[in-house]
């Protein structure tokens, strides 16, 4: 009997997030869907958080001026961006997603890139708004 002739298997390697983000070139689309991932998650990390400060802002007046005076420090202002941050980002990619859910139509590649940069410019004014109106600027 002969030997069956043995071909080699394919290889699939992981790649870490380092290559995705450096050796990768990603279109827009993919870059906000990663986002939109991001986003979710830091809700998810922070939501303790965020019920805690929502819960001391309406407990009582005296524990609103503390909320106040905690919400006052720069680094707790950072991190409330960022946290709106996500929250925008994470909305308005939603809606990009119930959209294309909805509307087959716009799961192309050029509506996917069209939607895609909406998602970006709408949720960074809303956060350039935010943060004006967080750092005093109205």
């Known amino acids: 009997m002969a030997e069956a002739v043995k071909k080699p298997r394919p290889e699939y390697r992981n790649i870490g997030i380092g290559q995705i983000l450096t050796a990768y070139r990603l279109p827009l689309a993919g870059r906000v ?55 925008l980002f994470h909305f308005c990619a ?19 890139k069209q939607t895609s940069l909406v998602v970006v410019v709408v949720s960074s004014i809303l956060t350039i708004a935010f943060a004006l109106k967080l750092f005093g600027a109205f």
């Open 33 to 87: 869907s990663i986002l939109h991932r991001v986003s979710g998650a830091l809700l998810f990390v922070f939501l303790p958080f965020l019920l805690y400060l929502f819960d001391q802002s309406l407990t009582s007046e005296l524990s609103f001026e503390v909320f106040k005076g905690f919400l006052s420090n720069i680094v707790v202002k950072l991190i409330t961006l960022v946290l709106a941050w996500a929250f």
């Open 94 to 112: 939603g809606i990009r997603h119930l959209v294309m859910d909805t509307n087959h139509n716009a799961v192309t590649k050029e509506k996917g």
